[in-house]
């Protein structure tokens, strides 16, 4: 993976909450019932005749549309994430690879990840570890 793409996967989740957020608030000030009535009759004689009222929530194209772009993004991450997996494996400098695990998996920021790896690291010196894996590492 590029480096691009890892800064992709340590974005996506804060993205993906905002979104769901946006989504959720709309929903509950758009909110409303909708209702239609139809009429119909039974199956069997003596095919009687009645109503049957359908009842749902309104919801507008624009919440749709949200909605789908969620769902493209977290397949995103998804996806990020598996390769992610396979690939860290593959480092072979153990504080990069616990940096750039704890980055993707759990969340952390740089400060985090330099209080795990010992009081003589800080979080710029992680963070530059990281970036000169990658540019050494990636074309």
Do not use: C
Not at 59 to 72: C, I, S
Request: net charge neutral; charged share 35%.
């Amino acid at each position: 993976m590029t480096f691009k793409e890892y800064k992709k996967l340590w974005a996506l989740p804060a993205d993906i909450k905002a979104r769901e957020s946006r989504i959720e608030k709309l929903l509950h000030r758009k909110e409303a019932i909708a209702q239609d009535a139809v009429h119909g009759s039974a199956e069997n004689f003596p095919y009687t005749k009645h109503t049957v009222i359908i009842r749902g929530v309104e919801t507008d194209a624009d919440v749709l549309a949200m909605q789908e772009r969620l769902k493209k993004l977290n397949d995103e991450y998804d996806r990020l994430y598996g390769r992610a997996l396979i690939e860290i494996e593959d480092i072979t400098d153990p504080e990069v690879r616990v940096a750039i695990s704890r980055r993707s998996f759990d969340g952390w920021s740089w400060a985090e990840v330099a209080q795990e790896l010992g009081a003589l690291r800080d979080a710029e010196a992680v963070r530059k570890s990281v970036y000169d894996y990658f540019k050494k590492n990636q074309s």
